[in-house]
């Protein structure tokens, strides 16, 4: 028997708005409210609500918690300023992706490690194994934590009436203790819609009053409760990687074009982090010459490609894959984002096509992301 989808402190109130829900990672999470189209354009316009209690937070604690995450992941953790966050990943001896992650440092000592729902799991095991030899400790706080997410222009605005914070001080990838609508909260600004907005990290118990709290302050300015479908579609336009597609296993940093995030610089423990020999060696050949690129695709026509879909030559070659595809309520057109040989991924590289149920439809390649907002 498999087991029923977890549910979270949210569940009743996404069933009294109606909302459509579908079993994402273990659990049982709301995909659209209504339409998801409205939904993607309210983000983008005014702000929308979003319940992300399904992402998996883990805590690492003691002296040489800094020592111990710059080991076992790619980033440079131990230079995180208190009260800052970081955008890292957590790789396998061979360099391949076992999740992207951001770890927020909360003091000292302290740090807060959040990772994709359907890799919490994964990252828990390789941090408590790999926590061996250091003075520190390594703790599930899955249960411990709501998030709650408010994104879109609106969204300052709308937190600014129901707390004292100060979140005009408050940078990206920043986050805060503070208090929202009564409620203790970590305040967080990351976000994964290419909109500014804020993550709010609560107790479980907790989260209802506050999504009623800021659903009744938002209601001037257009707040709207929003599900995970909207949520891919904004990522997609912001040209974000999402696990699973963009990012697995058998990709490394440089493979997804993010060896930004690859810090071989690091001092600590000798400058040795898990992964580090094979990310030399990929670093070593995306600069010689990259196998393969990951390129934004826009549709001259109406269909839209999924993932898994070949993307293909004028010759009629396969010259790559689609990893991500769908609508672009933004652009008006169906987009993707797509791995192609470096041959094929200039911008505006012409004849390329994706083959959607043996039928090749043009598609215009372009530089990620498709979306920027105007700062």
Known sequence: MTEAPRRTALDTIHRALGATMTDFAGWDMPLRYGSERDEHVTVRTRAGLFDLSHMGEITVTGPRAADLLDYALVGNIGGVAAGRARYTMICDAGGG??????????????????????????VLDALTERASGFDAEVRDDRDAYALLAVQGPESPGILKGLTDADLDGLKYYAGLPGTVAGVPALIARTGYTGEDGF???????DAPAL??????????????????????????????????????????????????????????????FVGRAALEAARDRAAAAPPRKLVGLIAE??????????VVAADGSVVGEVTSGAPSPTLGKPVAMAYVDAAHAAPGTAGVAVDIRGTREPYEVVALPFYKRQK
């Not at 001037?220 to 696990?243: F, H, I, K, Q």
């Not at 026509?301 to 070949?310: C, E, L, M, Q, T």
Request: hydrophobic fraction near 40%; charged fraction near 25%.
């Open 199 to 205: 993550e709010l990290f609560v107790r479980p118990a």
């Open 97 to 122: 992706i076992l999740d992207d992650l951001i770890v927020y440092r909360l003091g000292e000592t302290e740090y807060l490690v959040v990772a994709n729902a359907s890799n919490a799991q994964v």
């Open 301 to 310: 026509g109406r269909r839209v490609p999924r993932a898994g879909y070949a």
């Open 211 to 272: 999504w009623e709290a800021l659903t009744e302050a938002g209601k001037g300015a257009g707040l709207v409760p929003c599900g995970l479908s909207c949520r891919d579609t904004l990522r997609l336009e912001a040209g974000m990687p999402l696990y699973g597609h963009e990012l697995t296993t058998d990709t490394t940093p440089f493979d997804a074009g993010l060896g930004r995030v690859v810090k071989f610089e690091k001092t600590t423990n000798g400058g040795d």
